[in-house]
C-alpha cells in the first residue's frame, strides 16, 4: 500500500493562492487514482478533485476553474494548486488513493488517506 504525506497548508488572505503537495511512498504510485478531498469544522469530507492513473481528471463544480490537480509519478507526488480562494475554502485537505480505473468522488472508495493540511483563508 501507498503512504501519503501532505504538506504546504496555512493561511493565506481571500483572493489569493496556495500549493498542497502529497508525498507518496511505495513503488506503485503510477497504479493508484489520487484524490484531494477536504474537511470542514463540523461537516462531511467532500471530494475536491481526482487525477487517474491514465490521465483523466475531475472536479467537484464548487472549485472548478479555481483548483487544479496534477501529478508527478516519476516523483511520487500528488499537487493541488488554489488559486482565488474564499473563506468557504478553509478546512483540512486529505490526499487519498484508490486502485482501480474510476475517478471515485465519495471517501469511501478510497484505502489510504493522509494526515491531512490546515488551510485557512481570511477576509
Known amino acids: 500500500q501507498v503512504q501519503l504525506a501532505e504538506s504546504g497548508g496555512g493561511l493565506v488572505q481571500a483572493g489569493g493562492s496556495l500549493g498542497l503537495s502529497c508525498a507518496a511512498s511505495?513503488?506503485?504510485?503510477?497504479?493508484?487514482?489520487m484524490a484531494w478531498f477536504r474537511q470542514a469544522p463540523g461537516k462531511e469530507r467532500e471530494f475536491v478533485a481526482a487525477?487517474?492513473?491514465?490521465?483523466?481528471?475531475s472536479y467537484a463544480d464548487y472549485v472548478k476553474g479555481r483548483f487544479t490537480i496534477s501529478r508527478d509519478d516519476a516523483k511520487n507526488m500528488l499537487y493541488l494548486e488554489m488559486t482565488n480562494l474564499t473563506p468557504a475554502d478553509t478546512a483540512v485537505y486529505y490526499c487519498?488513493?484508490?486502485?482501480?480505473?474510476?475517478?471515485?468522488?465519495?471517501?469511501?472508495?478510497?484505502?489510504?488517506w493522509g494526515q491531512g493540511t490546515q488551510v485557512t483563508v481570511s477576509l
Open positions: 487525477f487517474g492513473w491514465s490521465g483523466d481528471t
Open positions: 511505495g513503488r506503485t504510485f503510477s497504479t493508484y487514482t
Open positions: 487519498a488513493a484508490r486502485t482501480g480505473r474510476s475517478l471515485g468522488e465519495y471517501p469511501y472508495q478510497y484505502i489510504q
